[in-house]
Nanobody, 126 residues
Framework: QVLLVESGGDSVEAGGSLRLSCEIS?????????AAWFRQRPGLEREGVAM?????TENYADSVKGRFTISEVRNRLSLEMNALKSEDTAVYYC?????????????????????WGQGTQVTVSS
């Protein structure tokens, strides 16, 4: 079993910054093929925000490119969010894929990830 625990969600004003963290742990956890941040905005479906794979390749949704940065150090997945906009308001989830088969699918497909965190709320006021 793999456990993901997010932290760092908060309320900020537009233009501000936040850093989300996700601690990955669990018996038998030996690493991921992909780790990602998703978000679910009010009234919308869950969407991919950023992904990092086991080669340290990064991918970002167009809506956050240049503003968000994903990183991972010692099983701590982070999302640095700058120049926040009201449309970034959402519950943010971290996820990881520990099976190689995930690499054959788009990183945006949420069901290609095996484990999820509980979510952390980010609210950006304009």
């Amino acid at each position: 079993q793999v456990l993901l625990v997010e932290s760092g969600g908060d309320s900020v004003e537009a233009g501000g910054s936040l850093r989300l963290s996700c601690e990955i742990s669990g018996d038998g956890y030996t690493g991921y093929y992909r780790a990602a941040w998703f978000r679910q905005r009010p009234g919308l479906e869950r969407e991919g925000v950023a992904m990092i794979d086991n080669y340290a390749t990064e991918n970002y949704a167009d809506s956050v490119k240049g503003r968000f940065t994903i990183s991972e150090v010692r099983n701590r997945l982070s999302l640095e969010m700058n120049a926040l906009k009201s449309e970034d308001t959402a519950v943010y989830y971290c996820a990881c894929a520990v099976k190689r088969r995930a690499l054959s699918r788009s990183w945006l497909e949420s069901d290609s990830y095996d484990y999820w965190g509980q979510g952390t709320q980010v609210t950006v006021s304009s």
